[in-house]
Every structure is written in C-alpha cells, then in structure tokens.
C-alpha cells in the first residue's frame, strides 16, 4: 500500500513547478490555436485592433500559453497590423498560414487554391525570416480539405513540397459567430445584452468541447490531446480568460504545438474527402465507419455464398430485406419471398446450385452531412452502401459459370441488409 502511494505521489511533486499550479498527470494536453490573424472579422479602427491584441495576448500570458496563430494575410493591411503579428512573435507564440484570401477549397479549383496559398506563404516567412523563425504550419480555411480524392492529395502534395503541414482542429467549434453580437450590444452601451451573448459564448464552446473530446476518447481508447480552435476577435479579448480558467478546472494542461502533433493521427489527420470541414475526431469516425461497413457488406456476401454452398437458399435469401428488389436482364422480382421462389425454381437442386463465391470489386459507404445544433458541420453516420462484386459458380460437371453483380445495403440492427440486388 506504501509502495503504491508513493508511486502516485511522484509526480504530482514532478509536476510542482515553482510558480505554476501542480498539474494531475492525467491532466488532457491542449493547444490552442487561434485563427484569422492579425483581427477576425470587422473591427476596423486600428486603435481597436491593438486592444483586441492587448486582451488576447494577455489571456494567453497569465495562463502560460504557447500559441499557434494562423494568419490570413489579406487581413494584414497595414505597417501597424504587421507590428500586431511580431507581438504574437514577440510573446513566445508561433505563426502558420491560413492562406491569403480565405477561399473555400471546395468551390476553388486546386491551381488558383495553391497560387493563394503559396502567395500568403512568401508573405509569412518574409515576416519571420528577421525573427530567425519558420513557418511549419498551414489550416485549410472552413478545415475544408478538398471535395474530390485528386483534390486532397494535390494539397497535401503541395504542402509536403512546401515544407508547411496541416495543423487540425479537433475541437471545432463556432467561436466567431458570438463575436458580431457581443460587439454590437458593447458599442451600444448594451452591457446587460453583451453579458447574455458572453453567456451563449461560453455554453457553447463547452458543449462543443465536451463532445469532440468524448469522441476522440472513444476512439482511440485514452484521453486524447485536443486542438482548441479559436478566433481572434474583440469577444476573445474579454472572454478568453474565463474559457481558460474552465479549461483549467476541467483537467487540461495547456500544451506546445510540438508534444500535440506527436500524437500520429494529428501528424497525419486521416484524409476525408467531403465539400464541409470537420475536426479530425468526426474525420476519423467517418473513415472508421466507412472500413466498417465495407467489412459488413463482405461479411454479408461471405455468409449469403456460405449458405449457398449449404444448399441452404432459405438462409441465403434471409439477407434480402422485405422490400428488397431483384434485378435481371429479364425485368424486377420485388419482395424477399418472390426473391426466394426465383431461386428455387432456377436452382432446384444442389447439382443446379454449383458452387458460389465472391469477390468484393468496389464497395461506397453513403454518408452525408449533418449540421449540429450549435451550426457545426459534422459528417453524419454511415447508413448505407453500395458494393460491386464478381460471383462466380463452379461445377463438378461443366464449365464456371461467372458475373457481375451491384448489391445495396442498408442498416438493420448491428448488421446489414440488402435492398436492391442487380446481378448481371
Ligand atoms: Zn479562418
């Protein structure tokens, strides 16, 4: 019992720091990264914009924060907004790029994609170069990745060649929508009102916080490392030290950009191609839920050719829904039970029957997009697919005999169901 105590006693005296709280080594490593430097959004006056990076860069001090910037080198305007970005430097914080001009990859072809990329780049090192600084990092704008396989791969192409990587987000969240509120209610003097939007602003972020975590937590079976996304705007300047009190009291360790992107899945975010932007814990359930279906569908396959080979047509039509539609050269057999007389009138005995296999050509998980609650795009579960195989029976007797053939499947229970089988 001694020995144990001790054991769990080390390193908390490990972690007591002078000067700084002793963190539960449990304690959930996360980055902050904020977005759309050097000012989100309005605030024009540059008087503000230098008070906006006052509170903000404040925040981050008193709680010991290290982080990533990510700018977006249209909203660089002037000498002063390029004083704001060597503050960030200057405090100890890195910067990445977040493209020129902001586009959505999804309605820009990858060319022009790259070109605006590439010019915010040249901007950024030329910024860093004095400082003895790199650029590491790139975010895609909206997280949005590419809509199409060929689209994903050529930026990710051109970021390798480039020397700059994806940094993720894992704790997506819709921070900048409260910021146009909140700054309307504080000019008119509304503080009661601004009160209420701060209010909507944290409940928010809580709630979108508490779900990526449990879901990369489920994911990968161990509390995950986080990457807070966040804007920099003028409800950041007065709220931020609140958010990272409650960070604070609900087990995170605010950690460097270095020991969160050890994590291999952040290194190398899984590649989703979908038109909306998601953080990488929806990515990778998305991608979990796709290799899974395309499993149940072959295992649905394997148990309709075992039972086949059984003799067994009436397990072997058990996987056909009660709609289910059959189709032929010949015309439609509609419903489970008209399915099942087809076969035994073409395959009276197990000499007719031969034997069955097949081979998984091509199988599409159907997923869509789900808008949550709070407004964040999130991919939504996997209900459907739809697989390409080649059967094939062989005879004792004659010749194979050998096709193709497109089956549908949807969910039932823990398993699939098959709707439309069109075998050719
Ligand atoms: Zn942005």
Redesign the pocket.
Known sequence: MRARWSLLVVPFLLAAVPGRPAEPPTARPLLVTV??LPI?GGHRDPEERQRITDGLLGHLKRHGIEAVG?V?WRNVRDARDRALLERWLAEGHELGN??YS?PSYSATPFEAYRADTERARVELEALLAPHGRRLRFF?F??LREGDTGEKVAAMRSYLEESGQQNLPVTLDNQD?SFDRPWSEAHEAGDEARAAAVAEDYHAALRISIRHHERRGDQLLGKTTPQILLL?ANAIGAAEWGRLFEWLEETGHRFARADEVMGEPLLAHSPAVVSPRGYGTWDRLWQEQGAEQAREGATAVLTTQAAAWNAGDLEAFCAVYADDASYVSATGITRGREAIRQRYRERYPDRAAMGTLSFEVVEARPAAGVEVTLLGDAAPSRVHGVSVVARWRLDYSDREPASGLTLVVLRRRGDGWEMVQDASL
């Open positions: 977005d759309d989100a990510l977006t977040h493209s902001h975010r704008p909206f900048w804007h």
